[in-house]
C-alpha cells in the first residue's frame, strides 16, 4: 500500500488522521474535500506536499471519485455533514454527502477493487440510559435518533451491503465523540473553549447530564490506522477510549482549565430529541488489532487542546462569527 485517497481530510478529524498518517508512515495522501463550511486549507498547512494533495472536489461527483478512486491502493472515508444541530435545521445536505457520498464512493470501490475504510459514528446505535451497565458494542442494533446518525446508519448499511452482494473489499469503525485541535467552533468543546476566549460564556444544552465518551482524535487516528492496514474485510470495529463525561463535568473542567469560576456557564434550550449517553466498548479493536489509545489523561489532552485554541486564533476566528449567529437562530445562547 504505497497511496490513501483521504475523503474529508480537510476536516476535523480527517486532517488529523493525515497528519498522524504522514508522521507515523512512509505512505502518500491525496485528499478529496469541497472545502465547505467544515473544511480549511489552512488544516493541512505544513504537510510536505510531495506526500500530501489535495484535490477540491465533492465526494458525490461520480467521475471525479472513479478517477481518484482508481489512483489508490486504499480509501479512508471521512468525508460527511457531521453536526446534529445543523441535521436538525437542514437535513438536505446530509442525504446528499453522507449518502449520496458513501454510495458513489462504494460504486468506484467496486469498479476499480480497491479497499476501502468507513469512518462512522457510536450514535448509529442511538443512546443509552445514564445507568444502564451495557456499553455499544459491533453487535448493538442500530436505532438512529437524529437526520445526522440516520443518515450514517444508512451509510454503514450500504458499506455491509456492497461488501456481501458485491465483494467490496471494505472495512468499518463506529467511533465516539472526537476532541483534539483543527475542530469546528460549532463543535461543543471548541464552542465553550472560543466563547471563554473571547470573554463570553460557557453554553450548556439542557441541564447538562447528557454524556458524551471522548477519545482524542489522534488515538481515532491511530485506531484507523491500524484497521486499513490490519484489519478484516467486512468487520466492524469500534473505537473508544473509556472517557465518559457529563457535558456539565466538561464544561466545568474547561473553565477551571482556564482560570475561571467552574459555575459561569448559562443553561441553553436543549438540542430536540438529544440523546442522553454513548458509551464505546472497544474490546474487539484493542484484543484483535492490539490498539491502545495514548491519551488516556482525558484532563491533560483537555488542556492541550485549550492551548492550540490559544495559540491558533488565526484559524478559528474566521468561523466563529457565522456559528454563533446561527446559534442565535437556533435559540441556542
Ligand atoms: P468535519 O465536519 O470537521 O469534517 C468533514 C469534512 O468533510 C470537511 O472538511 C468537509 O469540507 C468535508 N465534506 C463534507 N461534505 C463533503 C462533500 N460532499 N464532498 C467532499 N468533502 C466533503 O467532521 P469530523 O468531525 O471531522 O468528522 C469526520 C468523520 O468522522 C465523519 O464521517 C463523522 O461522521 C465521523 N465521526 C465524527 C466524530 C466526532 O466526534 N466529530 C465521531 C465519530 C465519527
Ligand atoms: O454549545 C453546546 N452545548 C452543549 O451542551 C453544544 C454545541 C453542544 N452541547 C452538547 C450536545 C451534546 O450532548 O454537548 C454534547 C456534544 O455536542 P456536539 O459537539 O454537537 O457532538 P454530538 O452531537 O455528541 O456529536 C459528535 O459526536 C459524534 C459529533 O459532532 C458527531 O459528528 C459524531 O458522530
Redesign the pocket.
Known amino acids: 500500500m504505497r497511496q490513501l485517497l483521504v475523503t474529508g481530510g480537510a476536516g476535523f478529524i480527517g486532517s488529523n488522521f493525515v497528519h498522524h498518517v504522514v508522521a507515523h508512515t512512509d505512505l502518500s495522501v491525496t485528499v478529496l474535500d469541497h472545502l465547505g463550511y467544515a473544511g480549511h486549507r489552512e488544516s493541512l498547512a505544513g504537510l510536505p506536499e510531495a506526500r500530501v494533495g489535495l484535490v477540491v472536489g465533492d465526494v458525490a461527483d461520480a467521475e471525479l471519485v472513479d478517477r481518484l478512486v482508481a489512483q489508490a491502493d486504499a480509501v479512508v472515508h471521512f468525508a460527511?455533514e457531521?453536526?446534529?444541530?445543523n441535521s436538525l435545521s437542514d437535513p438536505s445536505p446530509f442525504v446528499t454527502t453522507n449518502l449520496v457520498g458513501t454510495f458513489t464512493l462504494l460504486e468506484a470501490a467496486r469498479r476499480h477493487d480497491v479497499r476501502l475504510h468507513h469512518i462512522s459514528?457510536?450514535?448509529v446505535y442511538g443512546d443509552l440510559e445514564l445507568d444502564d451497565p451495557e456499553r455499544f458494542t459491533e453487535s448493538t442494533p442500530y436505532n438512529p435518533s437524529s437526520p445526522?446518525?440516520a443518515t450514517?446508519a444508512g451509510s454503514d448499511l450500504l458499506v455491509r451491503a456492497w461488501v456481501r452482494s458485491f465483494g467490496v473489499r471494505a472495512t468499518l469503525s463506529n467511533?465516539?465523540?472526537?476532541y483534539g485541535p483543527r475542530q469546528h467552533v460549532?463543535?461543543?468543546?471548541p464552542?465553550?473553549v472560543t466563547n471563554l476566549l473571547d470573554g463570553g460564556r460557557a453554553?450548556?444544552?439542557?441541564r447538562?447530564l447528557?454524556v458524551?465518551d471522548w477519545i482524542h482524535a489522534d488515538d481515532h487516528s491511530s485506531a484507523v490506522l491500524e484497521i486499513v492496514q490490519h484489519g478484516r474485510i467486512g468487520e466492524t470495529y469500534l473505537v473508544g477510549a473509556d472517557g465518559e463525561r457529563s457535558?456539565r463535568e466538561v464544561?466545568e473542567l474547561i473553565l477551571t482549565l482556564m482560570g475561571l469560576p467552574s459555575d459561569a456557564y448559562d443553561h441553553?434550550t436543549d438540542?430536540a430529541g438529544?440523546?442522553l449517553r454513548?458509551a464505546i466498548d472497544s474490546t474487539k479493536l484493542r484484543t484483535e488489532l492490539g490498539w491502545t489509545p495514548r491519551y488516556t489523561d482525558f484532563e491533560q489532552g483537555l488542556a492541550a487542546t485549550i492551548d492550540w485554541y490559544r495559540e491558533n486564533e488565526a484559524w478559528w476566528r474566521p468561523q466563529k462569527e457565522a456559528t454563533e449567529a446561527r446559534?442565535r437562530e437556533l435559540g441556542?445562547v
Open positions: 460527511a457531521s453536526h446534529n444541530d459514528t457510536d450514535e445526522y446518525s450514517k467511533c465516539s465523540n472526537n460549532e463543535k461543543f468543546i464552542r465553550q453554553k450548556l444544552y439542557g447538562g447528557n458524551r457535558n464544561v441553553v438540542r438529544h440523546d454513548y446559534y441556542h
